[in-house]
C-alpha cells in the first residue's frame, strides 16, 4: 500500500507499516517443489537429482525466510536417500551379471 493510498484510507504510514510486519514469513514455494521431486525420485534417479538441488536451494531461501528449513532439508535428506539406493541396487545388478554361471 502507497502512501498515497493509505492518505486517502485515513490510516497513517505507521500504521501501514504495522500491518506489513505482522505478515507471517511463507516457506518459499521452492521447499514444497524439492520435496514433491524427492518423494518422486523412487520412480527413476531424475527426480531425486532435481529433488537435490531443488531442496539445497531451497533451504538457503528458506533460511534467510526463517521458515522451511526442516522442509527443505527433509528433501535434501529423502533425495540422497535415494540416489544411495538406487547405486547400491546398480551396483548389485553389475555385481550379479559379472558373476560366472558356471
Known amino acids: 500500500m502507497t502512501t498515497v493510498a493509505a492518505h486517502r484510507e485515513g490510516n497513517s504510514l505507521a500504521t501501514t507499516e504495522a500491518r506489513n510486519e505482522e505478515i507471517a514469513p511463507r516457506t518459499p514455494p521452492l521447499v514444497y517443489s524439492a520435496l514433491v521431486f524427492a518423494l518422486l525420485g523412487f520412480a527413476c ?58
Open 45 to 102: 534417479g531424475l527426480p531425486a537429482v532435481i529433488g537435490l538441488i531443488l531442496g539445497i536451494i531451497g533451504r538457503r531461501q528458506a533460511k534467510a525466510v526463517g521458515v522451511g528449513v526442516g522442509l527443505a532439508t527433509a528433501a535434501i535428506i529423502v533425495s540422497v536417500a535415494w540416489l544411495v539406493l538406487i547405486m547400491l541396487l546398480i551396483g548389485k545388478a553389475q555385481l550379479d551379471g559379472a558373476t560366472p554361471s558356471g
